[in-house]
């Protein structure tokens, strides 16, 4: 068993996170106004890593600005980790 299993209060791969730890996650990350789309839309963390640019940009209802953002710096890097960690 790891010791800190818990990162913030979630679990470390995306793939595990409730659709509040999702949201959290944003929160945290500064995206409060954009982040209750996520709980609208149910998004947990394994529709997380499943999004593509389109279903950000367009399937949350989201100012573009910040979706560019909420895609490219967050979104796209997790998917990349993850795919990442789960290869090894």
Same mark, same amino acid.
């Given at each position: 068993?790891?010791?800190?299993?818990?990162?913030?209060?979630?679990?470390?791969?995306?793939?595990?996170?409730? *659709?509040?730890? *999702?949201?959290?996650?944003?929160?945290?990350?500064?995206?409060?106004? $954009?982040?209750?789309?996520? $709980?609208? $839309?149910?998004?947990?963390?394994?529709?997380?890593?499943?999004?593509?640019?389109?279903?950000?940009?367009?399937?949350? $209802?989201?100012?573009?600005?910040?979706?560019?953002?909420?895609?490219?710096?967050?979104?796209?890097?997790?998917?990349?980790?993850?795919?990442?960690?789960?290869?090894?």
């Amino acid at each position: 068993m790891e010791e800190c299993s818990m990162e913030n209060g979630r679990p470390p791969d995306p793939a595990d996170w409730a *659709v509040m730890d *999702v949201v959290n996650y944003f929160r945290t990350a500064g995206f409060e106004e $954009q982040a209750s789309a996520f $709980q609208e $839309q149910e998004i947990d963390g394994k529709s997380l890593l499943l999004m593509t640019r389109n279903d950000v940009l367009t399937g949350l $209802q989201l100012k573009l600005g910040p979706a560019l953002k909420i895609y490219e710096y967050h979104v796209k890097p997790l998917q990349t980790k993850h795919l990442k960690n789960s290869s090894s």
